[in-house]
């Protein structure tokens, strides 16, 4: 990720940073020696042999795209089966006209999230090279993810780090019944993620976090099946959630990887939104004004941020815990994505997620909250005058309902006017994590009624709202 660094390295070697400069590890292909398919609509034919694993998967589909493994080695479960689909609810309420907001549901991967795109990539690679433990830290879906392809495929064991403040429970369970050593950390997810790195080096355990340039391969399969399903014709916008960065670095290497081959001419612009209490792309973006410069860019002042920030001890706090993150590992080549799709980087509130995310729900979409916040950006995008009504935009939902239902039912249950006053919330949880939040209102809760155990007083209650 060093432009300066000339340095190169197998595919058979398992870094994840450079061991001369010390910066993360891009994957670069030499595609004179790939065969690849004159035009994308080639791979739309190998939905007629879906009897194939490698054909069958949504990312192998396209493997000629991410030609780092031999077809009898890529380990996969039948992931990236997701689909792009409109919701007439959610396009009116972030303010498009009909048809031209889409969803990108990767809450259906076998895992639950996105992160399944990647991880098949980085379990083939731990396959390639013949690791027999696989780890990582994770806010939850990293886990998740790593911990089905370990228990389907039985081809490592894994050992995943999760630290101990917010981890939603769903994901938790599922590191749980998949059967991967858990390690409770006593720190938050940055803290995991830097013992994970050290455990890992110090052992010759494979690590699967995102620093893994490989999982970023496989992540740039979600691009390509939003563009098999607008027919190969390129949006004017992605929007995607900021945690870790490396799905926003991922789509970015997508498209001017694309390019580059001549099998798209243009390049969408991408907006990457974080969480406000989580913000530090959106901070040294849009604030300190920090670019990817072709490269050159300044790294002091960088530093100087994250000095800053250990210094005055702040620390991401978001009802999103999917991207709550203090340093994001893939900031650099976030920046060049940005810089490659012309985007643009915002932040929205935890109110403006769970309302995002009720009117997702509403609209038959369930997500978690750190997807809506890709829905909240472009709203807010919308607004500003950023993205326009007409634009064809694509928000990726990067996880399932299912992942954190406690947010959900906070927001739908609790009674409003206990938001307004900590104090007074301190006896219920619910009112209480939402008022930690920030969240003072809750327009599009759909509140439980409750009613008497009694015929006559249900009837009533019908009457009384017309069903
Ligand atoms: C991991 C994750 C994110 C953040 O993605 P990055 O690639 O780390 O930026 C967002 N949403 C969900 C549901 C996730 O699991
Ligand atoms: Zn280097």
């Known amino acids: 990720m060093n432009p300066a660094c000339r340095a190169t390295y197998s595919v058979s070697e398992t870094l994840v940073d450079c061991s001369k400069c010390g910066h993360l590890l891009d994957i670069a292909y030499d595609w004179n020696r790939v065969p690849l398919p004159g035009s994308l ?39 990236g089966q997701t689909i792009l689909q409109s919701s007439a609810g959610v396009g009116k309420y972030a303010g498009f006209q009909t048809g031209k907001l889409l969803l990108q549901y990767e809450g259906l991967n ?35 993810s790593l911990a089905i392809y370990s228990s389907t495929t039985r081809l490592f064991e894994t050992i995943v780090f999760i630290g101990s403040g917010k981890i939603a429970y769903g994901k938790l369970s599922q590191a749980l019944d998949y059967g991967a050593k858990t390690l409770q950390i006593q720190g938050d997810f940055d803290d995991a993620l830097k013992q994970v790195r050290d455990v890992c080096a110090a052992r010759g355990i494979y690590l699967c976090n995102s620093v893994n340039p490989f999982r970023l391969e496989g992540q740039k399969s979600i691009m390509f ?20 960065l490396g799905n926003s670095s991922a789509f970015g290497k997508a498209f001017f990887e694309l390019k580059e081959l001549g099998l798209i001419h243009r390049i969408p612009r991408l907006a990457v939104i974080n969480a406000t209490g989580s913000n530090t792309l959106y901070q040294l973006f849009e604030q300190h004004k920090i670019r990817w410069n072709g490269g050159k860019l300044d790294e002091a002042k960088i530093n100087g941020f994250f000095g800053q920030m250990d210094t005055d001890n702040r620390r991401a706090s978001t ?56 829905v909240a950006g472009a709203k807010l995008l919308r607004e500003q005058g950023v993205i ?30 206990r938001l307004s006053a900590i104090a007074t919330a301190e006896d219920d949880a ?29 009837m009533a209650l019908l009457d009384r709202i017309g069903c």
């Open 388 to 417: 326009s009504p007409s634009d064809q935009v694509v928000c990726i939902l990067t996880g399932h309902q299912l992942k954190d239902p406690t947010s959900t039912v906070a927001y739908h249950s609790v009674d409003p006017a």
């Open 319 to 374: 009802l999103a815990t999917a991207i709550e993150i203090n340093r994001p590992v893939n900031l650099l080549k976030c920046l060049r994505a940005l810089e490659v799709c012309d985007g643009v980087v915002r932040e929205v509130s935890d109110e403006a997620i769970l309302e995002a995310k009720a009117q997702i729900g509403a609209g038959g979409f369930g997500c978690e909250p750190a997807s809506a916040a890709g």
């Open 225 to 244: 099946r939003v563009l098999e399903a607008l027919n190969w014709e390129v949006p004017d916008w992605i929007v995607v959630p900021g945690g870790n």
């Open 41 to 79: 609509k080639q791979f739309e034919s190998r939905w007629s042999s879906r009897r194939n694993p490698l054909d069958f998967s949504g990312v192998w589909r396209f493997r000629e795209l991410l030609p780092f493994a031999r077809d009898e080695q890529i380990v996969t479960i039948g992931e």
């Open 110 to 144: 076998p895992s639950g999230s996105f992160k399944d795109n990647g991880m098949t990539a980085a379990s083939t690679h731990a396959h390639m090279v013949g690791a027999k433990v696989a780890a990582c830290a994770s806010t939850g879906n990293t886990s998740a």
């Open 430 to 458: 619910y009112a209480t994590m939402l008022s930690k939040a920030g969240v003072t209102q809750t327009p599009a809760a759909n509140r439980p009624i409750v009613v008497e155990n009694k015929f006559e007083s249900i």
